[in-house]
């Protein structure tokens, strides 16, 4: 029996942790301290198609992690677990000039092709576009694709390590080569996952390494509101800001992108209800509704803004996922998936080689 410790239980590990359990012959046990976790803090939106990025490699992910979150639901499902943490409502783009939305339009329907879960596309009136968002207003048109989705990142980490049905220990933990493996606590591992999001640093740098992955803040407020949105598109307009409803009356508004804050998790009200004043021009129900929580959580970012996956260099049996930024709840799966298959020794549709953990993850010289 192969024993296999994944550190890290946001939205990587979990996925990582799920797959795997499917092996017969792999023991899995997670570590996750949890504090300032980037996947429970998230808004949520998966909508990678309409990215101006020129990142190539990065769109594949994106694209193809929208796709698989299709096969997620399925193998859940399949594992008796219930799918409540992902809908698919579809995304309202709005844009300052609005005369920018039929090149965006025409952006979409190329990309389409390859990405038919973008679904219907169409540059909506606002009355039109009231339709599906009561209420929404300061607006003349926007472009409304039926395929975005969202999805509630805690929800589904939950779900994943349910079925998986793995030990999970909540402790902050390092990790110690030995001859036979890899120490944590007084268990000695053949493989580890290192699935610590913006902490990577902080695990691998007593090993003798530097890490290219800084901390972003980010913040988020919940609302509970009278009427179920559950049914709504998600509002993304330029700058800050998004509107992403939820069934039952759960309505957030998030997030901020705070590069110079290390890792404070303190919840800063100035900024938050900066944010709500700027959403309560297009959206005036908000001014009224009820605070129900404020969320603050850490992504973790590269010095390109590229995420990278596969193995740790000259570390055998020591994988990695990091630098997921801001759409870490749209390609973290896929990318669990993938270290899934790698500790097997199988592959993906990914390449990690346009990945490449040593871009980021170097020996420090002495
Ligand atoms: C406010 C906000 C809004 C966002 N909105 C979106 C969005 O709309 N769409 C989208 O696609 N993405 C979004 N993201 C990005 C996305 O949430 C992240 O990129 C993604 O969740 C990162 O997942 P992860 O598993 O790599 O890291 P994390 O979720 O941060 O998980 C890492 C875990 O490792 C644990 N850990 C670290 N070191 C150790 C250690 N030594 N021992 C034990 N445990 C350890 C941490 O405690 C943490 O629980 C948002 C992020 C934030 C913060």
């Known amino acids: 029996m192969k024993k296999v410790a994944i550190v890290g239980a946001g939205i990587v590990g979990a996925t990582t942790a799920y797959y795997l359990s499917k092996e017969a012959d792999v023991e899995v046990t997670v570590y996750d301290h949890g504090l300032g976790q980037a996947t429970k803090a998230a808004a949520g939106i998966i909508s990678p198609w309409f990215s101006k990025r020129r990142n190539k490699a990065w769109y594949k992910m994106a694209r193809l992690g929208a796709d698989f979150y299709v096969d997620l639901l399925n193998d859940l499902q399949e594992s008796g677990q219930e799918v409540d943490f992902y809908q698919r409502w579809g995304v309202f783009l709005l844009k300052k000039d609005e005369s920018k939305l039929e090149e965006l339009y025409q952006l979409a329907l190329q990309r389409k092709v390859e990405s038919p879960l973008i679904g219907e596309l169409a540059i909506l009136d606002q009355a039109t576009a009231s339709n599906l968002f009561p209420g929404l207003e300061g ?4 472009l409304y694709a039926s395929g975005g989705a969202r999805v509630d990142g805690q929800l589904l980490v939950t779900h994943l390590l349910e079925a998986s049905q793995v030990k999970v220990i909540k402790d902050r933990v390092t990790i110690i080569p030995v001859s036979s493996g890899y120490q944590i606590g007084n268990q000695i591992f053949d493989q580890v996952v290192l699935a610590t999001g913006a902490w990577l640093g902080d695990i691998l740098e007593p090993l003798g390494y530097e890490v290219d992955v800084r901390p972003q803040k980010g913040q988020l407020r919940d609302y509970q509101v009278p009427q179920d949105m559950g049914a709504y ?55 009224d509704a009820m605070i129900s929580g404020e969320r603050v959580g850490i992504r973790a970012y590269t010095s390109d803004f590229s995420p990278f996956f596969g193995q740790v260099p000259n570390l055998s049996g020591v994988f990695v996922a990091s630098g997921l930024g801001s ?39 002495t």
Not at 139 to 142: I, S
Not at 338 to 346: P, V
């Open 139 to 142: 607006f003349e048109r926007l």
């Open 233 to 287: 598109p998600v509002v993304m307009p330029e700058g800050e800001w998004d509107l992403i409803p939820f069934p039952d009356g759960k309505l957030s508004l998030g997030a901020t992108h705070e590069n110079d804050m290390g890792f404070d998790l303190a919840v800063d009200e100035n900024l938050l209800q900066q944010m709500a004043e700027a959403a309560s021009s297009f959206y005036p129900i908000l001014k």
């Open 327 to 365: 759409s870490g709840l749209t390609t973290g799966p896929i990318i669990g998936y993938h270290l899934a298959q790698m500790l097997q020794g199988k592959s993906g549709v990914l390449d990690p080689a346009d990945y490449p953990t040593e871009r980021y993850i170097k020996q420090k010289q």
